[in-house]
Structures are given as structure tokens and as C-alpha cells.
């Protein structure tokens, strides 16, 4: 740190925020999701007197009683966890599972600690690690740190996905740019084993060294200064003894699980990556974590003399051994199939330790015996000519052997003793035989040692090994006058699993290939023959890849029938392989929650629970300490595999309350003190176990108790899956009392258990916030919702709801100066709040907030407060400081203000000083963004129409590339939002998303949709999706309806923009100006009422600059009004019509009109049945139309270029030279050119 010290009270804070955030996107570790839970369950109100505890515990120097004290909360845990699972005879290929063939193959050792101690863990990497990392981050790609990892914002370590994809595309990349120039290339792929298992950290030495010299480079206090070394001196006692608790051998591992971990495992390793890069030299060197990729020169390779199938044992020999960067080796089991560790691992450097290693290979393996006696042989002879009688000797004796028995096993010993006498001659082979040896079993393999890590000389060292796995190693020869065909697959390939997550799922595709994606089949050969077939195996990244993107789809829509989709899932999942599969229980349950399909879930819990109880496991090939009996493991991973559903199952029902209300409906109360759980919690463990006791299982070893408590514990600390969410930020928004009425974030209702009748009363459109609070003590929308809601319940319910009317009475002083019904984000939500927030949900969160109050969305308050929000939510006060310069100041003042109200009532003086203030922002306005414009021109004078100005994203392009959307908007759809059950089928989504792919892949900047055609519900993924790949949308949403009869139409605009390294999108809703006669005509007839123009209304149009274009929509039937398509003559290059309309021929010409008139471009999108959708110019008639298109019964898109920088570089021209050039007709009489020239930045 610089200068003064930071308060260490406000660092813990911050350290924990970060953890929060840390664990809410680690989707593995649900035990440290309850830790969070837990601690805030117990603290929400009192974290910062937490925080000052764990100050004084830290300055105190009683820090390691965090771990010592392992009370009734236990603080320190080992979980243990599947890392693998394998399948008795791999031989069969069978289409059922037999939960007896399945047994845990590896298992993982998670680090289950206190969350105070994990506090400091961050604590750690805030204070040291950048300065750690400094010592090794030129060679490494994964774990890193976020540059300004002290600021009080959720960022710790950069994402791991575009850290993983760069560290592989790098190197794919120079591969490919060395076979354009011809030359040979060869990549190289390690994987070193077990890494975290393997370690021994040297903390006595020298990690502490390095430490010490940090902290005293540091300009901090003498106070501040041993607070570090407490806090260092902490990390090493908790790794101590993890270690100690999984390993009977004085090494320090690294614990999973604890967050220091992934920046030790860096520097653990990173004098051997500065050897590699002394040593070899090679043109690419990174490694991410513990996977190493190398790019070398090919030339000094000599073709001749190594062949393609020696490449891989020359390189190793040649660059890496002779290096002395790694030491040959070969691995043994244990016959009782322990885990291959130190014990049994041989060098083969000494007479004694070949001798050893012979002796452990059992008698009946004469081939391996056969194969290491040849190996010595040749050495002896190219080394040791005096012993040409003895190898003939040996060569009559044993070449014909196939068994071998107790006597001849013995002399071959012998023989061996003898010939390893001669210590060149073992020298030779550890450098050079050992890489020829034969192992034709499972029970031995090859790997080659790191020998920087070797540390023997240190006496109480146990020997950590870290080796490469020689069955990992993978070398690649591209060849320069090669074929182009592998690495161009291999780059397509992986641009497919990008487009995976990039695009947006298309639901029936998606579906038509889940057999063919998630079960491999491998062949030996061609496909045509059924013997070739040698495995089918289920892909744990394509079931990932399905589930993710099947659940993104079904959050969007009203699920459609997906039985065969749901019974695939349901397989692979009541079958014991789902042990295998743990880390995806959560999706497997979202995704049948979604699809209302309860009942699945609950036969999945149980299935699963049944798999646990009858798991089996090989006996110690994990035990790292041989300390615990195969009973006593297996127990352990019982234990925690039961911990780990309970919780994924409670993470799914914080979602979702319906999943047990039948439960809580009907179910038997039984003993609810009994062990301190409440009523509901022991209905749903009566239900729940009333299953598992049909399978079988005994009650008294579950562990499902309490579920209801903790689901509400998940959704109080708001640490539950938030992309299921149907409304955004809703979430934020619990309170206390909210445990009172069941929730559905994923429709975003709020309903009483016996209220399902009026979805008017429960649903509204999904839109905005439910009437269910008026009876649940939350401020009421307004009278007439509450009578709404009184007549519900009191016409089924009545004796049930009496206190109704009283709890409202009770209510009404506190909301005397507040008719709103609004549900606010809570402090602590805002304070600790687990993810980035995008923008775009804070400004969809304040448009529902104003929707829910039956107001109109316009001008930009709601904008400015999702800034305000975005920026306090995410902790972005101090990488957000001038973006008020940037962006606020072009969108905070509408160009024409209302004049002053002359009225003396209170309300009107708080209206005056309001407006007061915002014409000081608009003459500043005027004098920066407007400072040269004319303002005697109409668009400034006018005094009926606010024109919105929102600037966004400064990268100008000189060309752009519109689609146009030629879809049909279907009457039924229209219909149907105006009886406000919107159609969200997921064949209307599906082509949405095709739509939206399309655009995106065929590098458009602006996409434009027809007026009324996509519905609410789906703005937050659209602009998502405008944010994610920088598109701008322009679409009419569906009518409105809000729940006091208002029915409106708004056009919406959606611009990206990035900040530093933050993306974000900004909404521009605009309600329709000028409804047409029909539709007045429809809502009208649905008994609806049309926004009312009131005394001080004004019209509302928005005035966009996105990358250099500035442009302006306007909504169907406001373009016949010539006054108000006039506006921006001179302003604008681009106009866009979102239109719904039969006029085709007046529109035509309107458009063609409008485009000479205001000299720009034009571009009218219709519904595709109507058509005559177009990009046009102000050009000749020849040349007027860049794309035109109507019809046709499938939605499509067309993209269109418009040349910005030609139009304006014409409009800057003088009559006379205008009229010589053809690009373009001349400019109408009275254009302004030097507001072409101002928007241009050239000199008037």
C-alpha cells in the first residue's frame, strides 16, 4: 500500500464482499455458498461489528483460533468429493446402468473452513498477492488478479474463461501465422498430475523469504507490517494442516477450496517456468495453472534421423532432460490399489532403485520384466563392449520366455544386479531406456519429475514429486509446406464451443441434438461397422452445455411439451452415474422447475440419495494418509455428498416456493422443536423421507432436515442462481416478512398458498410489481388494485383473510404521502450485493418501478437513477467517477423544457425549483454538446415537442451495417397482449434468438424489428444480447397494459457502450406520439384506455449519436405528421420508421419523401406481410433503394450498408458541386451544412 495505511476494518470489508462475489460465481463449492449463508444468517445486522471482531482478533495476534477451535460450528472441515468415477468393464457397451458396476475411482479434498478464516485468506491476496504475482505473471495465463484488487468493488481474479481462451488461442495462432511463412512448427502440451496433491511449500525458507522482502518494501506502519505477517503467518498454519488432515506426509499441499491456493500454485511453480524459458528457449511458453503449452522452432529437428513416432521421446530427451528441467520415471501401484504417490514412485538413477522396481512388478508380468531386461541390454551394448558374451547369454536364455516362475524371476534379478553394477550403464539407461519400456498395464506408467522440485537436499523434506504425465503429453508437427486442414478444424471447432454460450440457444436444434452431443461414441475405424464401436461415454461438458442453455431458453417462455427432453434428463440422472455428474444437480433441478415439473425433482433428490447410500469406492486409491479404513472414507463421502444435495436442493427452492406448497398445504406437521426446525420444515422432510424410506434407505442416516430454513437463508443473502430470475433485480428487493407469502422469481409472482384464481390479481403480465402486497403489509399500488385483490380473496376465502382490512387500516399512516407501490432494493442487498449488476437491469428495474405506479416511461429519469444504481450496487463509485461527464451530461436534459407553473401550491413550488435545476443543466447542456449549433432553428425554438439527446460509444464508423428484420407480426400475438397473456412459445422465441444469431454473425451494427413485435418479458435477454456482442437495437414492443387500464406502445432503443473494461447497455423506451385510428379503434374495444394528453403534455423524441451516427426513430403512424419528421433535418444521417402498417403505398412514399426532404438515409421496417421494407437513400431513382424486401412466409434479415462519412462529406458541398456528383440528390433549399460540419468536427 501507499502512504498511510488503509483502515483494516474497511479492508475486511471489502475482503468480504469480494469473497461473496467469489463464491456466487464458483458453482462447485456450494459448502462455501453456506458459509456465506450462515454467516449472514447470524451477522446481517451486526457485519461490521463482525468486522471490527476480526480486526482486533487479526491485530491481537489470536488469529489461528479461527482453526483450532472446531466446536459444534466446525470451523475446519475436509470435504471429499468424486473427482471420477469408473465402470467395471469399460468392455460392454450397454444402454442401462447397473448402480453394482459403478465404484468412486478419485475423489477431490475440499477446504470447508470458517468464513472468517477465508476472509483473511482475501485479506492475503488484497494485501500480498499482486506483489506475488508480480514475481511469476509473464509466464502464467489462469488465477490472475484484478489490477486495482485494494478497490471496494466485488473484482478479485479476472475471468478465467477469456484468460483460458487467450492462453490457447496465442499459441494457436503463431502456429498458424509460422505456416504462412512457411515454417516448420512444433506444439507441445504437459499436464502435470495430482498438482495441488503434489506440492510442498516451502514456507520456512523460502516463500517466506520472498514474503519478507515484500512487506518491507511496503510503506505501512510498524503495526501495519505485523498485521501482515499474522495474516501470512494464518495461511501457512491452515495449509499446515490441511496437509496434515489428508496426508501422512510432512508436505504442504494446497488446499482446494481455500482462496490463496490459486496464486501459490503459481508461484510454486515458477522457477521452473524461468528455467524452461532459459533452457529451451521456445517461441511460446505459457502455463495455465497446471496445463503447459510450448511452441518451438521445428528446423533443428533433422528429418532423417528422428521419425514421426520418436518425436515425442527426442523432444523429451532432448530439450527437457539433457536440460536437466525433468528427471524420467516410472509409477507403480500398490497391490492392494492404493493411490500412485511418492511411495511408488522409482528414478531408476541407482542399482538399488532399479532392483526395487523390478522386485515390485509381479512374477506373472514377463513382458514388462522382458521389456526392461532389453532396454539394459542395449545400453550395455552400445556402452560396454566387454560384455558381449554375457548379453548373448541373456539374449538365448530369455528371449522365448511367456511365463516366467519363482526361479527364473529370481535370476533375471540377478542378471540385472550384475549388469547395473556398471553405474554408466544405469546412468545411460535413466537417461535413455527408460523412455523405450513397454507397459502394457494399467499398473505402471511413465512420467517425468520436475527437478527443481525434487528438494532432497533438505533432510525433513518427505520428497514432493510433481511429475508430467507421459500419457497426457501431446506433441503436434506442423510441417511448413503442410495441410492447413487440422489446425483450421481445430480453430472451428473451438469457435463452435464459443458460439455455444456466445449465441443465443435455438431451442429445437438444441434438442434434435442432445443424443447425438452428450453420448460420445468412439470408433476404431469407419462407422459403418457395428464392431468398430468400442465405448459410448456421456459427455460431461455437452450435458453441461445442454443444461445451460436449455435452462437460458425455458426461463424466456411458456414451456411447450419437452417429455422426450425431460425423460433423457431424468435418466442420466436416477442412475448412480449422477454421483459423476454432482456439480450439475443444480441445473438438472432449475431446469424442472422451470418446466413446473415438481414432481421430477423430487423422484431425482430421491434417486440420487438412493445412488449415494449404495456408492462403493476402490479401496485407498484416493487415501492420501492410509490413515482411514475404505468404511471409514466411504462414510465420509456419504456424508458430504448428502451435505452437497441438501444444499443444491434448497439453492433451487429459494427460487421457487411452489416446489413444496402442496407439501405445506396438506403435509403432517410432526415434532417442529425438535432439533430447533420449524413447522414447514418438517412437512417437507415428511414428504421427502416418506420416498427415501420406500427405496429402502433408513431414516436415521439422512440428512434432509431443515430445507425450507435454509432455501430461506439462500434467498435472504440473495446467493442462489439470479439468471433465473424472470424481472430483473427482483430479488433485491426481500424483506423479513416476505417468508409470509410464497414467492416465483421465475414468473415473478408473489401468491398466498389458497389464492390461484385471478391471475390478474397475481401475475400482471409479469410486468409489474404483485398485488399480493396490499395483504402482506408493503404499500399498495392504489385503491382500486387493493378492491381488485379484496374481491379475490374474499370471494373464495373469506373467513381466512379477516384481518385483511385491518392490517390495511393499520398501513395507511404510514403511506399518507406515498400513493406508490413500490418494493425497494434493501440496503444490505445493495451493500453486499454477490454479482455485476448490468446496467441495463437497473434502468428495466426503475421502467418496471414506473409502470407499477401507472405512470408513463419518459424523458430520462429512469436512465439517470439506473446510472446512480449501477453505480452504487457494483461498488463502481471510483472506476465510474467521470462517467457522469460522459454520458450523464448528454442524456440528463431534454432539449425543450416546460415553462414555469405560476401556481402557488406547495407541489407546484417543488415543480418550479426542479425545473429551475434543470434549466441550469440544459444551458450547460447547450454550451458543451450544442455549443455551435443554430438555436434559432425550429428543432431548438419549438415549444411542443421534448427531444431526448443520448450520446453513446465514441467509436465512429464511416459505414454501417443495418438488418433489417422482415418478419410477420401475427394478429393472434397482438391479440393476445391485449388480453395480457403475451405469447411466449418457445417456437416464437427460437426465431427470435435466429434472428438475433443471424444479425450478429453476418457482422451488422444495428438491428431494427417492426413496430408491436416483441414482447416485454424479453427485453432484459435483448439487451443482454445487445451489450454482449455491441449491436444496437431498435424494436416496437407489444402493448402494455398497465393495471390501471393505460395501454401503451413504446419504441425502444438499445445502444451499448463500454466503459474502461465494462460493458453496458442503455434502454430508451419513448411512448408512441400519435396512436393510428385502428388501433385507438383495439384499445378501445378491449375496454383499455389510451395515455391521456394533459395540460402540460408534450410530445417525445429521441435524438441518438452511437459510433459517430447520429439518428432518430419514429413509430409508425407518428411519420404522417409532416412537422414532426421534419425535426431533424440536418441532424441526422440515419431515420428509422418501426412501423405496423397496411398502407403500403403511402408509407412508400413517405419514406422517399422524407429521405430527399431531410437528405438522409431511411430505414422502414414493416411487418413482412405488408412489407416494402427498405433502406433508402437520397439518390436517384435507380439508386435510391440499397435493400428492399416484403413477404415471404419465413422470418429472415437482410442487412444493408449505409456510407455515413460519403453523405455527410456530399452535404458539405455547395450547390454547384453537389449536382456534378452523382453519389446523392442535392440538399433541400435552407440545410443547414454547418450542422454538418459541426457533427463532422470539421471548422465552420
Same mark, same amino acid.
Given at each position: ?55 482486533? =482478533? ?21 470435504? =471429499? ?13 450397454? !444402454? ?19 468464513? #472468517?478464516?477465508? %476472509? ?54 503463431? @502456429? ?31 516463500? !517466506?523469504?520472498?514474503? *519478507? ?109 539433457? !536440460? ?116 502394457? $498395464? ?107 442453455? =436449455? ?34 444437480? $443444480? ?116 440428512? %434432509? ?6 432455501? #430461506? ?33 421465475? +414468473? ?74 413500490? @418494493? ?56 465510474? *467517477? ?27 413550488? /417543488? ?16 454550451? +458543451?454538446?450544442?455549443?455551435?449549433? !443554430? ?64 444479425? /450478429? ?182 439508386? *435510391? ?60
Amino acid at each position: 500500500m501507499n502512504g498511510k495505511d488503509d483502515d483494516l476494518k474497511d479492508l475486511i470489508r471489502r475482503a468480504y464482499k469480494k469473497l461473496k462475489s467469489f463464491s456466487y460465481y464458483e458453482n462447485r463449492n456450494v459448502f462455501l455458498k453456506k458459509r456465506i449463508v450462515d454467516f449472514e444468517k447470524k451477522y446481517e445486522y451486526e457485519l461490521d461489528k463482525k468486522f471490527e471482531e476480526l480486526e482486533f =482478533i487479526i491485530e491481537s495476534g489470536n488469529i489461528e483460533e479461527l482453526i483450532e477451535n472446531n466446536g459444534p460450528e466446525k470451523n475446519f472441515m475436509i470435504r =471429499i468429493l468424486p473427482k471420477s468415477i469408473q465402470h467395471d468393464d469399460d468392455a460392454i457397451i450397454s !444402454n442401462s446402468i447397473n448402480e453394482n458396476d459403478y465404484f468412486i475411482d478419485k475423489v477431490m479434498y475440499y477446504l470447508d473452513i470458517c468464513i #472468517e478464516a477465508q %476472509i483473511i485468506g482475501v485479506l492475503w491476496i488484497m494485501l500480498l498477492g499482486k506483489d506475488i504475482e508480480k514475481t511469476y505473471d509473464k509466464n502464467t495465463a489462469g488465477n490472475e488478479l484484478e489490477d486495482n484488487i485494494l478497490r471496494d468493488n466485488l473484482s478479485l481474479f479476472k475471468p478465467y474463461y477469456t484468460q483460458y481462451s487467450k492462453w490457447r488461442d496465442d499459441a494457436v495462432n503463431l @502456429v498458424e501465422k509460422r505456416m504462412d511463412d512457411k515454417k516448420r512448427t512444433i506444439m507441445m502440451s504437459l499436464d502435470v498430475k495430482e498438482y495441488f496433491y503434489s506440492t510442498n511449500i516451502d514456507f520456512k525458507n523460502k516463500f !517466506n523469504d520472498e514474503i *519478507k522482502a515484500i512487506i518491507k518494501k511496503k510503506n505501512a506502519s510498524y503495526t501495519r507490517r505485523k498485521a501482515y505477517e499474522k495474516i501470512n503467518n494464518f495461511i501457512e498454519k491452515v495449509i499446515e494442516k490441511y496437509s496434515s488432515e489428508i496426508s501422512k506426509d510432512k508436505r504442504n499441499l494446497l488446499p482446494i477450496g481455500f482462496l490463496p491456493s490459486p496464486i501459490l500454485c503459481n508461484w510454486y511453480l515458477k522457477d521452473f517456468d524461468t528455467e524452461v524459458i532459459k533452457k529451451i528457449n521456445p517461441l511460446y511458453y505459457k502455463r495455465y495453472i497446471d496445463d503447459i503449452i510450448l511452441v518451438f522452432n521445428g528446423d533443428f529437428i533433422d528429418y532423417e534421423d528422428v521419425k514421426n513416432d520418436q518425436l515425442e521421446g527426442y523432444l523429451l530427451n532432448k530439450l527437457f532432460c539433457e !536440460n536437466g528441467l525433468f528427471r524420467p520415471a516410472l509409477m507403480i501401484g500398490k497391490e492392494d490399489d492404493k493411490e500412485q504417490d511418492i511411495e511408488n514412485i522409482y528414478e531408476l538413477n541407482t542399482q538399488e532403485d532399479i532392483l526395487k522396481f523390478i522386485k515390485k512388478v509381479k512374477r506373472e508380468n514377463i513382458h514388462l520384466k522382458k521389456s526392461f531386461l532389453n532396454e539394459v541390454i542395449k545400453i550395455l551394448r552400445k556402452y560396454d563392449s566387454s560384455k558381449k558374451d554375457l548379453i548373448k547369454q541373456i539374449e538365448n536364455k530369455y528371449d522365448y520366455i511367456v511365463y516366467s516362475d519363482w526361479k527364473t524371476d529370481e535370476q533375471m534379478r540377478k542378471i540385472l544386479r550384475e549388469i547395473c553394477e556398471n553405474k554408466e550403464v544405469v546412468t545411460r539407461f535413466s537417461k535413455e531406456g527408460i523412455d523405450n519400456v513397454k507397459l502394457d $498395464n494399467s499398473d505402471f506408467k511413465k512420467i517425468f519429475l520436475i527437478s527443481s522440485l525434487l528438494n532432497k537436499d533438505d533432510k525433513n523434506d518427505s520428497g514432493a514429486k510433481v511429475c508430467i504425465q507421459d500419457e497426457k503429453i501431446r506433441v503436434y508437427d506442423f510441417k511448413g509446406n503442410g495441410s492447413k486442414a487440422i489446425i483450421d478444424n481445430f480453430k472451428k471447432e473451438l469457435l463452435e464451443n464459443a458460439s455455444a454460450f456466445k449465441f443465443l440457444p435455438e431451442k429445437n436444434q438444441l434438442i434434435d441434438s442432445f443424443d447425438r452431443n452428450v453420448y460420445k461414441i468412439s470408433y476404431k475405424d469407419n462407422l459403418s461397422k457395428l464392431s468398430n464401436m468400442e465405448r459410448a461415454k456421456i459427455s460431461r461438458y455437452e450435458i453441461s452445455k445442454f443444461l445451460a442453455s =436449455i435452462i437460458y431458453s425455458d426461463k424466456l417462455e411458456n414451456s411447450e411439451d419437452t417429455k422426450d427432453v425431460d425423460e433423457k434428463i431424468l435418466w442420466i440422472f436416477k442412475n448412480p452415474i449422477a454421483i459423476e455428474f454432482y456439480f450439475l444437480w $443444480n441445473k438438472v433441478f432449475i431446469y424442472y422447475l422451470l418446466n413446473k415439473k415438481y414432481k421430477y425433482v423430487k423422484d431425482i433428490f430421491s434417486s440420487i440419495y438412493l445412488s449415494i447410500e449404495n456408492l462403493e469406492v476402490k479401496q485407498h486409491k484416493y487415501n492420501l494418509n492410509k490413515l482411514k479404513t475404505r468404511r471409514e472414507i466411504k462414510n465420509l463421502i456419504r456424508r458430504d455428498l448428502r451435505e452437497y444435495l441438501k444444499i443444491v436442493l434448497s439453492m433451487t427452492y429459494s427460487i421457487n416456493d411452489e416446489l413444496f406448497l402442496e407439501s405445506l398445504k396438506c403435509g403432517q406437521e410432526g415434532d417442529s422443536n425438535k432439533g430447533g426446525f420449524s413447522a414447514e420444515d418438517s412437512k417437507i422432510y415428511n414428504e421427502l423421507i416418506k420416498d427415501l424410506i420406500g427405496k429402502g434407505i433408513n431414516p436415521k442416516r439422512t440428512n %434432509i432436515k431443515g430445507i425450507f430454513t435454509l432455501k #430461506e437463508e439462500f434467498r435472504r443473502s440473495n446467493m442462489f442462481n439470479h439468471s433465473i430470475v424472470h424481472q430483473p433485480l427482483m430479488n433485491y428487493c426481500y424483506r423479513k416478512y416476505d417468508k409470509d407469502v410464497p414467492i416465483n422469481y421465475i +414468473t415473478n409472482v408473489g401468491m398466498l398458498p389458497d389464492i390461484k384464481s385471478d391471475m390478474r390479481c397475481f401475475k400482471i403480465n409479469n410486468n409489474y410489481y404483485e398485488c399480493f402486497a396490499c395483504i402482506n403489509n408493503i404499500k399498495c399500488m392504489d385503491d382500486a388494485d387493493y378492491e381488485i385483490c379484496k374481491k379475490c380473496i374474499n370471494k373464495k376465502f373469506k373467513k381466512e383473510n379477516k384481518d385483511i382490512k385491518k392490517t390495511r387500516d393499520d398501513n395507511q399512516n404510514s403511506r399518507k404521502n406515498d400513493d406508490e407501490c413500490l @418494493v425497494e432494493i434493501t440496503d444490505f442487498h445493495k451493500n453486499f450485493n454477490p454479482r455485476y449488476v448490468h446496467l441495463h437491469e437497473c434502468i428495466l428495474f426503475y421502467i418496471n418501478q414506473l409502470m407499477a405506479r401507472g405512470k408513463i416511461v419518459s424523458g430520462e429519469m429512469e436512465i439517470k437513477k439506473g446510472i446512480e444504481l449501477f453505480k452504487v450496487i457494483n461498488n463502481f463509485s471510483e472506476e465510474f *467517477k467521470d462517467i457522469e461527464s460522459k454520458f450523464l451530461n448528454a442524456i440528463n436534459m431534454p432539449i425543450q423544457m416546460e415553462e414555469g407553473n405560476s401556481s402557488g401550491s406547495e407541489e407546484d413550488k /417543488v415543480r418550479n425549483v426542479d425545473e429551475n435545476e434543470e434549466r441550469k443543466k440544459k444551458e450547460l447542456f447547450e454550451c +458543451t454538446h450544442l455549443r455551435y449549433f !443554430n438555436k434559432n432553428e425550429y428543432l431548438f425554438i419549438q415549444k411542443d415537442i421534448n427531444i431526448n439527446y443520448i450520446e453513446a460509444n465514441q467509436n465512429r464508423k464511416d459505414k454501417f451495417k443495418i438488418a433489417i428484420v422482415n418478419m410477420n407480426v401475427e394478429e393472434d400475438n397482438l391479440k393476445k397482449s391485449f388480453k395480457k397473456v403475451p405469447n411466449l412459445e418457445s417456437s416464437r422465441l427460437e426465431n427470435l434468438n435466429k434472428l438475433l444469431n443471424y444479425s /450478429v454473425k453476418n457482422n451488422a451494427d444495428m438491428i431494427i424489428f417492426p413496430e408491436v413485435s416483441i414482447p416485454m418479458q424479453w427485453l432484459d435477454v435483448i439487451a443482454k444480447f445487445s451489450e454482449n456482442h455491441d449491436i444496437a437495437i431498435v424494436c416496437g414492443l407489444e402493448h402494455v397494459i398497465y393495471e390501471n387500464g393505460l395501454c401503451c406502445n413504446y419504441i425502444v432503443t438499445i445502444l451499448p457502450d463500454q466503459y474502461k473494461e465494462y460493458k453496458y447497455a442503455v434502454i430508451k423506451l419513448r411512448l408512441k406520439n400519435h396512436y393510428s385510428p385502428n388501433e385507438k379503434e383495439w384499445v378501445q374495444g378491449y375496454g383499455w384506455k389510451e395515455p391521456q394528453k394533459e395540460k402540460n403534455w408534450k410530445k417525445e423524441y429521441d435524438l441518438f449519436r452511437w459510433k459517430g451516427v447520429d439518428f432518430s426513430t419514429f413509430s409508425c403512424f407518428e411519420l404522417a405528421n409532416i412537422k414532426d419528421r421534419s425535426l431533424f433535418c440536418s441532424y441526422v444521417d440515419l431515420l428509422i420508421g418501426s412501423v405496423h402498417n397496411k398502407d403500403v403505398n403511402y408509407y412508400s412514399n413517405v419514406m422517399e419523401s422524407l429521405s430527399r426532404d431531410v437528405h438522409c438515409y431511411f430505414a422502414h421496417v414493416n411487418y413482412s406481410r405488408m412489407g416494402d421494407n427498405r433502406i433508402i437513400k437520397p439518390a436517384s431513382t435507380n439508386e *435510391k433503394n440499397i435493400l428492399q424486401i416484403s413477404g415471404g412466409i419465413n422470418d429472415t434479415v437482410l442487412i444493408g450498408e449505409i456510407d455515413v462519412a460519403s453523405l455527410r462529406e456530399f452535404q458539405c458541398l455547395d450547390y454547384n458541386l453537389q449536382i456534378a456528383d452523382k453519389r446523392f440528390k442535392p440538399v433541400p433549399p435552407e440545410f443547414n451544412r454547418n450542422n454538418v460540419k459541426v457533427r463532422c468536427n470539421l471548422p465552420l
